[in-house]
């Protein structure tokens, strides 16, 4: 039974954090044995794996209060995530991020036909709260994974129910109240598990709402103030002053999560799972259009995502068996439905244009395992994925309430279909060394089919289909049972999909995208090294370099339609543009950190990341730098911990980036950049002191609390529109039964 006072606090206190940044553990366990699942989709020992894989400890990172899964992946302190508005946040993997880098939930991907090359958002659709356990594995996955595997692979693997040990039924439920000042945040969680012997379910809901968020007072970057914004008075666009600069007017929002999961046991060796999960947003204000401006007029009156929302239907098939094919099968059949919607108007224009796309995925894995020995092991299955894009747009009158069609973002009833095969062969050739290599083919076929009522495309349908093969092979030495040194060279690929090949959009102001059917796949070629040392359990260290080479890779370059390079869009005159097979990137890198436990009871960690890259930019001949290379990061941070209390005082720290170091895309948006003495946009370096307590009242109640930001520092992170919170107070309150 919950004891009184825990009652008491959850009626008193609702707290929360919005740390976005802090990092959770480190690359290296306590024992170097340590079980992970993403790999090869089944269980491995940690020091058996090439790869270089962040697990995230679920237990530590829910006393961090992440408010997104973007904010969950930040906190390892290995992944740089970017955020367009506050409802965003788009990870940046080695130098990768969008659509070259993969999102994976219960085994299933999200990434679908029209996930972008620009800073994509569909990560926040999945519940930090209802996360058991997450990895994060650097470098191409594409062996496993398939397309977009290029920077890395983010695997979530959501509750699973639990079935009773005993005659009576199995009840567990857990409840969470959060808030926190900086953006004023609301968020209410809860989740129960029924298990019986051959029965169990699990529920769980989360509902947040965030509101407007408040900036540091101190950094003395006054150009990021939101000194006006654009409210509709007597039927007219009006300018109106900000009575508070510091808070970031028109960037709040809401969402709801929920999952429902089934599980049966009929016998012993098989397992039969349904999910249904569902994640939807309210209107999100997309901030970075917000803030653009013509000298100090708004450019937009309004700017927003409808409803993000997520559905998946999933039903899983798992077999354990001794025979000649395999020892475990497992099939995932899952059907995903995707809504989402770009809603903008002009300052002073009466039309409110309104993009709504709508995604079906079918898709089925068959994933099997099969140990040839008991040194080898080796790991197959096959993929199918089906989308199909749906496209549709109007303008609204907002003075008349009349409507009319215009031109989609992408061609409506348009297809993607991906077909992959893969093997995988692991094999400890001695106590001390470990082979791991694997090959995959994957064929892909697109359809599309254009409407020519707005834009006299040269084409009316295209039709791309094509083939890609991948491999990788990697080594595990382990001199000794503190030390392991992984060593892996592997490939990967991403096919065009329906965004790359059919998008017309407006990339920024004055340029507008339109279709190139002329796309083939894009390849990357990885190398990377890792050393890692656990000398009993009191120091703990890694560190990996990589290099990664891009080929054949798809960029947004000059274009011309129908023989012009500048057409009449959206009411202005833009320059032509499309993607391109023209260039190639090359991404190098250090990643490094340790832990050190060097009194009873307290630990020093550090981590710290070192990663650029160029691409070749043939409009100049010359090589300019990679978009989504961050600046150097890092992080240190004392922690005492006991059975009750836990306290944490961490330093975050991000670098400059020049205005010379800026890719040319971002230079072209020098409204969420500083101005440096020259008046060149660019990236200041900043920090953030943070402290955290936790404290256990009992096995049932938890406390935490906390101040981020000490310093009141007002800072926007790379390539971000958003500015960061300040000072913020959290604290939230977790129960448990």
Same mark, same amino acid.
């Given at each position: 039974?919950?004891?009184?006072?825990?009652?008491?606090?959850?009626?008193?206190?609702?707290?929360?954090?919005?740390? /976005?940044?802090?990092? %959770?553990?480190?690359?290296?366990?306590?024992?170097?044995?340590?079980?992970?699942?993403?790999?090869?989709?089944?269980?491995?020992?940690?020091?058996?794996?090439?790869?270089?894989?962040?697990?995230?400890?679920?237990?530590?990172?829910?006393?961090?209060?992440?408010?997104?899964?973007?904010?969950?992946?930040?906190?390892?302190? $290995?992944?740089?995530?970017?955020?367009?508005?506050? +409802?965003?946040?788009?990870?940046?993997?080695?130098?990768?991020?969008?659509?070259?880098?993969?999102?994976?939930?219960?085994?299933?991907?999200?990434?679908?036909?029209?996930?972008?090359?620009?800073?994509?958002?569909?990560?926040?659709?999945?519940?930090?709260?209802?996360?058991?356990?997450?990895?994060?594995?650097?470098?191409?996955?594409?062996?496993?994974?398939?397309?977009?595997?290029?920077?890395?692979?983010?695997?979530?693997?959501?509750?699973?129910?639990?079935?009773?040990?005993?005659?009576?039924?199995?009840?567990?439920?857990?409840?969470?109240?959060?808030?926190?000042?900086?953006?004023?945040?609301?968020?209410?969680?809860?989740?129960?598990?029924?298990?019986?012997?051959?029965?169990?379910?699990?529920?769980?809901?989360?509902?947040?709402?965030?509101?407007?968020? =408040?900036?540091?007072?101190?950094?003395?970057?006054?150009?990021?103030?939101?000194? !006006?914004?654009?409210?509709?008075?007597?039927?007219?666009?009006?300018?109106?002053?900000?009575?508070?600069?510091?808070?970031?007017?028109?960037?709040?929002?809401?969402?709801?999560?929920?999952?429902?999961?089934?599980? #049966?046991?009929?016998?012993?060796?098989?397992?039969?799972?349904?999910?249904?999960?569902?994640?939807?947003?309210?209107?999100?204000?997309?901030?970075?259009?917000?803030?653009?401006?013509?000298?100090?007029?708004?450019?937009?009156?309004?700017?927003?995502?409808?409803?993000?929302?997520?559905?998946?239907? $999933?039903?899983?098939?798992?077999?354990?068996?001794?025979?000649?094919?395999?020892?475990?099968?497992?099939?995932?059949?899952?059907?995903?439905?995707?809504?989402?919607?770009?809603?903008?108007?002009?300052?002073?224009?009466?039309?409110?244009?309104?993009?709504?796309?709508?995604?079906?995925?079918?898709?089925?894995?068959?994933?099997?395992?099969?140990?040839?020995?008991?040194?080898?092991?080796?790991?197959?299955?096959?993929?199918?994925?089906?989308?199909?894009? +749906?496209?549709? /747009?109007?303008?609204?009158?907002?003075?008349?309430?009349?409507?009319?069609?215009?031109?989609?973002?992408?061609?409506?009833?348009?297809?993607?279909?991906?077909?992959?095969?893969?093997?995988?062969?692991?094999?400890?050739?001695?106590?001390?060394?470990?082979?791991?290599?694997?090959? =995959?083919?994957?064929?892909?076929?697109?359809?599309?089919?254009?409407?020519?009522?707005?834009?006299? #495309?040269?084409?009316?349908?295209?039709?791309?289909?094509?083939?890609? #093969?991948?491999?990788?092979?990697?080594?595990?030495?382990?001199?000794?049972?503190?030390?392991?040194?992984?060593?892996?060279?592997?490939?990967?690929?991403?096919?065009?999909?329906?965004?790359?090949?059919?998008?017309?959009?407006?990339?920024?102001?004055?340029?507008?995208?339109?279709?190139?059917?002329?796309?083939?796949?894009?390849?990357?070629?990885?190398?990377?090294?890792?050393?890692?040392?656990?000398?009993?359990?009191?120091?703990?260290?890694?560190?990996?370099?990589?290099?990664?080479?891009?080929?054949?890779?798809?960029?947004?370059?000059?274009?011309?339609?129908?023989?012009?390079?500048?057409?009449?869009?959206?009411?202005?005159?833009?320059? %032509?543009?499309?993607?391109?097979?023209?260039?190639?990137?090359?991404?190098?890198?250090?990643?490094?950190?340790?832990?050190?436990? #060097?009194?009873?009871?307290?630990?020093?960690?550090?981590?710290?990341?070192?990663?650029?890259?160029?691409?070749?930019?043939?409009?100049?001949?010359?090589?300019?730098?990679?978009? !989504?290379?961050?600046?150097?990061? +890092?992080?240190?941070?004392?922690?005492?911990?006991?059975?009750?209390?836990?306290?944490?005082?961490?330093?975050?720290?991000?670098?400059?980036?020049?205005?010379?170091?800026?890719?040319?895309?971002? $230079?072209?948006?020098?409204?969420?950049?500083?101005?440096?003495?020259?008046?060149?946009?660019?990236?200041?370096?900043?920090?953030?002191?943070?402290?955290?307590?936790?404290?256990?009242?009992?096995?049932?109640?938890?406390?935490?609390?906390?101040?981020?930001?000490?310093?009141?520092?007002?800072?926007?992170?790379?390539?971000?529109?958003?500015?960061?919170?300040?000072?913020?107070?959290?604290?939230? %309150?977790?129960?448990?039964?």
């Amino acid at each position: 039974m919950i004891r009184p006072r825990c009652l008491v606090a959850i009626g008193v206190l609702a707290f929360g954090t919005v740390n /976005a940044q802090k990092p %959770v553990k480190d690359t290296i366990s306590a024992n170097l044995e340590e079980v992970i699942v993403s790999v090869s989709r089944w269980e491995q020992k940690m020091n058996e794996i090439p790869n270089t894989i962040v697990r995230v400890d679920m237990k530590e990172a829910r006393l961090q209060n992440p408010q997104t899964s973007a904010d969950l992946l930040s906190m390892t302190g $290995q992944v740089f995530v970017q955020k367009s508005q506050l +409802g965003g946040g788009s990870p940046m993997i080695r130098g990768f991020s969008a659509n070259r880098v993969l999102l994976v939930v219960d085994g299933v991907r999200m990434n679908n036909a029209i996930y972008r090359s620009g800073n994509l958002q569909n990560v926040i659709s999945i519940d930090p709260l209802s996360v058991q356990n997450a990895e994060v594995i650097f470098g191409p996955g594409s062996i496993i994974y398939g397309s977009d595997a290029i920077g890395g692979v983010m695997d979530f693997h959501t509750f699973e129910p639990v079935f009773s040990t005993k005659d009576k039924l199995l009840i567990k439920a857990n409840g969470l109240k959060r808030y926190s000042s900086a953006n004023n945040e609301q968020t209410q969680h809860v989740d129960v598990n029924l298990g019986g012997k051959k029965w169990a379910f699990l529920g769980s809901a989360t509902y947040s709402n965030f509101q407007d968020v =408040r900036m540091g007072r101190n950094g003395g970057q006054d150009s990021y103030f939101r000194n !006006h914004y654009v409210e509709r008075i007597n039927n007219r666009d009006s300018a109106v002053a900000n009575p508070d600069p510091y808070v970031q007017k028109q960037s709040g929002y809401n969402q709801v999560n929920a999952l429902a999961k089934i599980k #049966f046991k009929p016998r012993e060796n098989f397992d039969v799972v349904f999910a249904t999960h569902y994640s939807g947003t309210g209107n999100i204000p997309r901030y970075d259009r917000l803030i653009e401006a013509a000298g100090s007029v708004p450019i937009y009156a309004e700017w927003y995502y409808g409803p993000q929302v997520w559905k998946m239907q $999933q039903l899983q098939l798992l077999h354990h068996r001794t025979g000649s094919l395999f020892d475990e099968a497992k099939l995932v059949l899952a059907y995903q439905d995707y809504k989402e919607s770009r809603h903008d108007r002009r300052l002073n224009n009466a039309k409110l244009r309104t993009q709504t796309e709508k995604v079906k995925v079918y898709s089925a894995n068959l994933d099997l395992s099969r140990a040839l020995s008991d040194k080898s092991e080796l790991f197959y299955g096959v993929e199918y994925v089906f989308n199909k894009v +749906g496209s549709a /747009a109007t303008r609204l009158n907002i003075n008349n309430g009349s409507d009319e069609r215009t031109s989609t973002r992408y061609p409506d009833k348009s297809s993607m279909t991906t077909v992959g095969f893969y093997g995988s062969y692991k094999n400890n050739l001695g106590k001390k060394l470990t082979l791991a290599t694997g090959i =995959r083919y994957s064929y892909a076929s697109l359809t599309a089919s254009f409407d020519t009522t707005f834009f006299k #495309f040269p084409f009316t349908k295209t039709e791309i289909r094509g083939g890609a #093969f991948t491999g990788n092979v990697g080594l595990v030495f382990r001199p000794h049972e503190t030390w392991q040194v992984n060593a892996n060279i592997s490939t990967g690929y991403r096919v065009p999909n329906i965004d790359d090949v059919g998008k017309v959009f407006d990339s920024e102001p004055g340029n507008v995208v339109v279709p190139n059917t002329n796309l083939t796949p894009e390849y990357v070629y990885n190398v990377d090294l890792g050393i890692s040392e656990n000398i009993h359990n009191r120091f703990k260290f890694d560190i990996t370099v990589f290099y990664t080479y891009l080929d054949n890779a798809i960029v947004r370059r000059p274009f011309t339609f129908n023989g012009r390079d500048s057409i009449l869009y959206e009411g202005s005159v833009s320059k %032509v543009q499309a993607l391109q097979n023209v260039a190639h990137a090359s991404v190098w890198g250090l990643q490094t950190g340790y832990e050190w436990f #060097f009194a009873k009871n307290l630990s020093w960690k550090l981590r710290a990341n070192w990663i650029n890259g160029s691409e070749t930019d043939d409009t100049k001949d010359e090589e300019v730098p990679l978009r !989504h290379a961050p600046p150097f990061y +890092g992080s240190s941070f004392i922690k005492y911990q006991n059975q009750k209390w836990m306290l944490e005082f961490d330093l975050l720290h991000n670098a400059e980036v020049s205005s010379k170091d800026l890719a040319p895309s971002e $230079q072209a948006k020098p409204f969420i950049y500083a101005s440096d003495p020259e008046g060149k946009p660019y990236s200041p370096s900043w920090y953030t002191l943070n402290v955290k307590g936790s404290y256990r009242l009992n096995t049932h109640c938890t406390i935490n609390t906390g101040l981020e930001n000490i310093t009141n520092q007002r800072y926007r992170p790379y390539s971000s529109a958003i500015v960061a919170p300040g000072l913020n107070f959290i604290a939230s %309150v977790h129960v448990s039964l």
